[in-house]
C-alpha cells in the first residue's frame, strides 16, 4: 500500500523588538515579548488546536516537530495546545526532532549542534515524554554531514527537501538511504505546495482543489510513500479556515482511502525499504527558489549580521545568544527574488530587510557590551 | 495633436526643477505631439529648443523667485500677456502650477479647448502647511477644478490634491518624474566611510531644516566624528547657523551655500547619507539624485516619491530619534550602505523621462 507521509512544522521565533541605536547601553530587552505572544495566541487559536483536533478525528497519522523556542512558550502560555499535542502523540502521531532554537548552527559548529539538539530532545522528554527517532534540521537544511551528525545524536530517519537537482535522478516518492545509514525522505515540493502554497489560490488553474482530486493525484503519483512536508501554520494561519482548509483535511484520509493510499508516520514509513543510496555535499532546504541557503545568507547583510553572532560564542549569556542564532533573523533580511521576497516580507515582522539588519546589529552592539562584563 | 504648454521656466535660464521637467518631458512629447511652449522671456534662453517656444516679455528679471510680492505681480502679469499672445491652433492646453494656472482656466473658456494642469507642487506643501496664502490657494483651486484632467507627481500629492481641494480621485493621474540618465554615467562609489551627512535643497520651512539639526544633535551623542553637510540657501539658513551654534555643534556643521548641477553630483557622492527630512514634499527629486549617484538615502514619509521606493529608509519628520537611528546605523554598517547604495542606483533608473511622456500622452489621449 503507498503510504502519503505527512510532516507538519511547529515554530514561532522569538522575534526581536525595534532596538535602536540611542537605546544600547540603557538595558532595554531584546525580545518583542507583546508581538510574540500575540501571534503565539493567534496561531494557537486559528491553527494549533483546531488543526490537531482535525487529525484527531480524521485519524490521521503524521509527524510534527515543535521547535524548543516554541514549546517552551506553549508551556508558559498554552497549555491548552500541549495537552491536545500530547493526545495526538498518544494516538499515534509521531514527534520528531530538531535543534532547539532552530537555528543554523549545523554549517557551522558541530558541538552547538550537539547541544542545540540534546536540549530539544530534552525539553520534548520532559513535556510529551517522548524521545524522537527522526530528525528534521531547521528549514530542511541537509547534506551528507548534517546526516553524520543527527546520526551520531541517534536518529534513524532524516528529513529534507527534494529540489530538482536531486529529483531529476531520484524519484522523491521512495525512501533512500544516505551514507550515514539514515533513512532518508525527500520532500514532494509540487504535491506539498498544492496546499501549502496553492491551495486557496483562484487564479491557480486547479482551484478549487478538494480532496478528491488531490487523493486521486496521490494515488496517480509513481512510488512508495509522497512526502508532504510543509509548515503546520498552513492550516488556518496561511490558508484561512474560509478557504476550507480544514474540511480538505478531514475529507483527505477517506478519500485516499478508496484509493488504497494510508496517511503514515515517518516511522512507520521505512516499511518501505531504502531503494537506493543518495549522497549530498551541497547544501539544500525548503527555502526559496534556489533550495539552499541564500533565503539566509545570500547579502552582505545576512552575512555581516551572522559573522556578528558567531563573533560572540564565548560569551557567558549563552541562552540569549542562542535566541540571537535563531534562523528567522536572518531571513527577514533577505532581499531575494521577487516571488521569493513576497514570501519574505509576509512573514517579515518590521516590513523591511533593512530595518531587520539595523534591529539585530544594534542588539549585537549591546549585547557584545554585556558580554565583556 | 497640438499641446499648448503653458510654462514658468526653461534651462539654461531657469531657476529650479520645474524648467528641468519641462525641457525633459516635452523633448520627448514633441517627437510625437507637436508643442508650443510658452515661458516668460529671460536671459540665457537658448535660440532653439526640440519644441516651438513663445516667449513672453514681461520685463527683466522678473522671472525669478524674488521678493514674494514682487514675484505674484510678475505672475499675474505673465498670465495675463499669454492670454493676449495665445494662437489658437491648438487641441489640449496643458499649464503647470498656479504660476500658469490663471492663463490656463481663461484660455481653456477662450477657446473651449480641454485643459490639462500638473501640480508639480501645492500651496500647502510649499508653506510647509504653516500659514498658507490665500491667495495661491485660490488659483490653485480654480485652476484644478476648471481642469479635465490633472496630473500629480505622486500619490502623496493627489492625497492633498483631494483633501484640500476636494478633487475627484479619478480626475486626477499620478504620473512621476524621470532623472536625467546623463547622473548615471558617473563613477562607482567608494563605501568607505566619509562620516559626512548632508543636507541638500532649499533651506525653508518645507524642507525641514530644523529637525536635520535636531538629529545631528543626536548623533553626535553617540559619535563625535561625524560632519554634517548644508548644501543649499534659503531664509532659514541664518536661523538653522544659530540653533548649529546654540548647541556648539559648529565644528560639526559645514555650509557650503548655493551649489552648481555639476557640484552636486560630487556632494552627494561623497557623503554616507542623504537626508530629507521635509515636513511636505511632493515629489523629492534629490533622493533619486541621491540615489543615483549609489548614496543611501533617509526620508520623510511625507516625501512624495518614498511611496514607489523600497531602497530608502523613512520615518516621519518630526521622529528625529529614528532618523538619527538611521543616520547612525548608515554610518556604522558598511554593508547597509552598500546594499542600500547598489540597489537604490538600479532602483532610481527605473525613473525616466521616457515613462513619465507616455503617461502624459495617455492623459492627452484620455480626453
Redesign the interface.
Known amino acids: 500500500m503507498k503510504s502519503v507521509v505527512f510532516f507538519f512544522e511547529l515554530h514561532q521565533p522569538r522575534r526581536l523588538r525595534e532596538y535602536?541605536?540611542?537605546d544600547i547601553g540603557k538595558g532595554k530587552g531584546y525580545f518583542w515579548d507583546e508581538k510574540n505572544n500575540e501571534i503565539i495566541n493567534r496561531v494557537s487559536d486559528r491553527c494549533y488546536i483546531p488543526a490537531t483536533q482535525s487529525l484527531i478525528d480524521g485519524n490521521i497519522k503524521a509527524t510534527l516537530s515543535v521547535s524548543g523556542v516554541l514549546l517552551e512558550n506553549l508551556v508558559r502560555m498554552r497549555e491548552d495546545v500541549v495537552d491536545i499535542l500530547k493526545e495526538y502523540f498518544r494516538k499515534g502521531g509521531e514527534l520528531a526532532a530538531e535543534t532547539y532554537y532552530h537555528s543554523l548552527c549545523s554549517i557551522w559548529s558541530p558541538e552547538e549542534f550537539s547541544f542545540q539538539v540534546n536540549e530539544d530532545v530534552r525539553l520534548k522528554k520532559d513535556v510529551f515524554n517522548i524521545k524522537p527517532k527522526t530528525f528534521r534540521n531547521t528549514e530542511m537544511i541537509y547534506n551528507d554531514n548534517i546526516g553524520f551528525m543527527s546520526a551520531k545524536e541517534g536518529f534513524k530517519n532524516i528529513l529534507t527537501e527534494g529540489p530538482d537537482r536531486i529529483i531529476s535522478k531520484f524519484n522523491p516518492n521512495y525512501v533512500y538511504r544516505n551514507p550515514a545509514s539514515q533513512n532518508l525522505f525527500l520532500r514532494n515540493y509540487r504535491l506539498s505546495d498544492d496546499i501549502s502554497f496553492r491551495f486557496s489560490n483562484p487564479s491557480w488553474n486547479e482551484y478549487p482543489l478538494y480532496a478528491d482530486k488531490y487523493a486521486r493525484w496521490l494515488s496517480e503519483s509513481p512510488g512508495d510513500v509522497i512526502n508532504l512536508f510543509m509548515d503546520y501554520e498552513t492550516f488556518g494561519e496561511h490558508q484561512w479556515k474560509e478557504s476550507g482548509i480544514f474540511e480538505f483535511l478531514k475529507a483527505l484520509p477517506e478519500e485516499a482511502r478508496k484509493r488504497d493510499v494510508e496517511f503514515t508516520t515517518v516511522s512507520e514509513a521505512t516499511k518501505h525499504s531504502p531503494v537506493s543510496e543518495i549522497s549530498i555535499q551541497d547544501y539544500i532546504s525548503w527555502a526559496d527558489y534556489p533550495r539552499d541557503l541564500s533565503a539566509w545568507l545570500l547579502?552582505?547583510?545576512q552575512?555581516?549580521a551572522f559573522e556578528d553572532m558567531k563573533s560572540l560564542s564565548k560569551c557567558k549569556d549563552k541562552r540569549t545568544w542562542r535566541y540571537l542564532q535563531t534562523s528567522d533573523h536572518f531571513y527577514y533580511m533577505s532581499?531575494a527574488g521577487v516571488q521569493d521576497q513576497e514570501v519574505h516580507t509576509y512573514f517579515n515582522p518590521y516590513g523591511?530587510p533593512?530595518?531587520a539588519?539595523?534591529f539585530y546589529?544594534?542588539i549585537m552592539e549591546d549585547f557584545r557590551e554585556k558580554c565583556k562584563s | 495633436m497640438k499641446i499648448a504648454v503653458l510654462g514658468w521656466e526653461l534651462p539654461p535660464a531657469f531657476a529650479g526643477g520645474l524648467g528641468i521637467h519641462t525641457i525633459n518631458l516635452f523633448t520627448i512629447i514633441s517627437k510625437i505631439m507637436e508643442v508650443n511652449l510658452y515661458v516668460p522671456d529671460a536671459p540665457g534662453l537658448l535660440s532653439k529648443y526640440p519644441f516651438q517656444v513663445t516667449r513672453i516679455n514681461i520685463s527683466p528679471g522678473d522671472s525669478n523667485y524674488g521678493k514674494s510680492n514682487d514675484f505674484y505681480e510678475s505672475v499675474v502679469k505673465y498670465n495675463d500677456l499669454i492670454t493676449t499672445q495665445f494662437k489658437n491652433d491648438i487641441s489640449i492646453i496643458h499649464a503647470h502650477d498656479w504660476i500658469t494656472f490663471r492663463a490656463g482656466v481663461k484660455l481653456k473658456k477662450m477657446t473651449g479647448r480641454p485643459l490639462v494642469v500638473t501640480v508639480h507642487s501645492t500651496e500647502y506643501d510649499r508653506s510647509g502647511n504653516f500659514n498658507p496664502q490665500r491667495r495661491i490657494m485660490d488659483i490653485e483651486e480654480e485652476g484644478i477644478r476648471e481642469a479635465d484632467r490633472v496630473i500629480a507627481v505622486s500619490n502623496y500629492t493627489k492625497k492633498i490634491i483631494h483633501e484640500v481641494y476636494g478633487t475627484d480621485n479619478s480626475k486626477i493621474e499620478v504620473i512621476y518624474n524621470g532623472v536625467s540618465s546623463s547622473i548615471y554615467s558617473n563613477m562607482e562609489k567608494n563605501y568607505d566611510n566619509t562620516k559626512r551627512v548632508l543636507y541638500f535643497g532649499r533651506v525653508t520651512p518645507q524642507k525641514g531644516p530644523k529637525f536635520f539639526v535636531e538629529a545631528a544633535r543626536?548623533v553626535l551623542?553617540?559619535r563625535k566624528d561625524v560632519i554634517f553637510v548644508v548644501a543649499g540657501t534659503g531664509d532659514q539658513l541664518d536661523e538653522m547657523k544659530n540653533s548649529v551654534r546654540t548647541f556648539g555643534m559648529e565644528n560639526n556643521f559645514e555650509f557650503t551655500g548655493f551649489v552648481s548641477e555639476s557640484y552636486s553630483l560630487k556632494i552627494y557622492r561623497d557623503s554616507d547619507v542623504f537626508v530629507l527630512p521635509a515636513v511636505s514634499e511632493p515629489f523629492g527629486m534629490t533622493v533619486l539624485e541621491s540615489m543615483s549617484t549609489g548614496t543611501p538615502t533617509v526620508i520623510s514619509k511625507t516625501t512624495g516619491v518614498g511611496e514607489a521606493l523600497?531602497?530608502v529608509?523613512r520615518c516621519d519628520f518630526w521622529d528625529t530619534?529614528?532618523m538619527?537611528?538611521?543616520i547612525?546605523?548608515i554610518l556604522?554598517?558598511?554593508?547597509?550602505r552598500?546594499?542600500?547604495g547598489k540597489?537604490g542606483r538600479i532602483e532610481a533608473m527605473n525613473f525616466t523621462w521616457d515613462k513619465a511622456a507616455i503617461k502624459t500622452m495617455g492623459v492627452y489621449n484620455s480626453i
Open positions: 535602536r541605536s540611542l547579502n552582505d547583510m552575512r555581516d532581499m523591511s533593512y530595518d539588519y539595523i546589529k544594534n | 543626536k551623542t553617540r523600497s531602497n529608509l530619534d529614528k538619527a537611528d538611521y547612525l546605523a556604522n554598517f558598511r554593508p547597509l552598500e546594499m542600500m540597489r
